[in-house]
């Protein structure tokens, strides 16, 4: 049995701060008339914060024994809070306005009290959502500067993809930090059309360059060599392949000097031929609100969550703000799959015994590929699908409606030829479909040969343990020659997934990636 008396410990502890008999550290906080200074122990400080651990190890002392932090940003208020935070472990934020507890959180973040300020931010983002929406400038500048705070700025890219206007058309967008801006090119959930993308990082490159000639007609092979080092990781995250070709002559073609030559040539290869491969990486196309768009644009919705509303009056009244798009029971983004079998397959990743039901499927699937959108060709499917982990890749039997597939977690990758992958996760498996009374789930039993990466991106696509489902084409499209197989022996995987080993060509195949909701 013990004993505890923490209270009473936080409470003696806070009153070292008014005994000036042991001192041995003064820090001076603030600037002008609020100047202040604080008497601290040295013991204390570095057994509490890191970031005092090191200043002391800097801080040369004076004839007294003294050492004398100066820290003229933060100001006496907050600093007082944050000391008896260090001193007695306790805050009391009950009648503190929401902008003094938004400053204790990025001072004590400063000061390397992390508990501090993780406690804060997630304090903020529960109860102070609607401050942190009408303060929207204030805030989302001012969490980028680090990796920080990872929890505010998916609060706030999630609203900008709602509302992308809400940055991107502010007066002070060309202000942005770069991290920032990286950070939203990332999602795949921006409601806007990448030609859109494409005008907005053009803009913020020059504006970080102002001495570059206003026409860019008029520019030297070294001002586009500026702008493309100024650019150079944000244009790796436009959607290059989703852009009308007629904008990508009107609009990209004046800058294709920041494009690497490649790419240039890949993009004018593709709005030629679109079926033919390319060399460079094709990133899937965003999710946007445009009804008129191509299905594999938009994520299989959760049909049973409701929209959030955002309840900021300054968010709901801006005339910029995109319509919303509310996902109805009809929606549907496979043409393959549907909801049952997604909640099945979610189950099989999570090796669940019992299948999600529908109101709690963790998952969305985000369309990667579509054969009959995409093509059938091999290689499509390396290129697309490269860089890619978490996938599970369907098809559909032609003559027999069976559905196949296989779950990947690792990373497809291209540059890989002719290897085994090993993996305890990968799994394959048929789906109940017509006159397939029951899904089939098959486990991988050989870890070593779990996937095979073929050496010949022009015959093979996807390829599970030793043929037991892999897709073939000798003729460089699945749908044309009978080369697909599920090979019925045992080696790899558990059970086989087809009654027969007979070869077959496929109707459609689509690849999804699985993203946690």
Known sequence: MSFKFFDKLSKDFTELLNDKKEYNVIIEVDKGGNRKSFIAHSVILR???????????????????????????????????????????????????TKTIYELMVNANELELKELSAKLESYLIEFKASWLRTHFSLVYRSIFDGNDFEDLKNFYNDIIAKYPNLIFESEDFTSLQETALISILKRDDLKVEEIKFWNYIIKWGIAQNPTLPANSEEWSNENFKVLKITLQQCLPLIRYFHIPGEDIWKKVKPYKKILEEQLWDDLTQYFMYPNQPVKSLILPARIISTPNLSSRTRTIPNLTSTPNLISSPNLISSPNLPSRTISTPNSTVSTIINRKHIAEISS????????YSLANIPYKFQLILRGSGDGFHPKTFWNMCHGHARTIVVAKVAGTEEIVGGYNPLTWDNSKRGVFMKTNDSFIFSLKNGNIQDSILSRVINSRKALFYSDDPNIYGPCFGNCQFMMESKVSDFTKDKQCRCDYYLNCYENPIRTTSDEFSILDYEVFKIIKK
């Open 47 to 97: 057994y509490r914060s890191p970031y005092f651990d090191k200043e002391l190890e800097n801080v040369i002392t004076n004839k007294n024994n003294i050492k004398t932090i100066i820290k003229p940003n933060i100001s006496a208020q907050i600093f007082e809070i944050i000391l008896k935070y260090i001193y007695g472990g306790i805050i009391n934020i009950e009648n503190m306005d």
């Open 348 to 355: 099989w990743v999570d090796r669940k015994s019992a299948i």
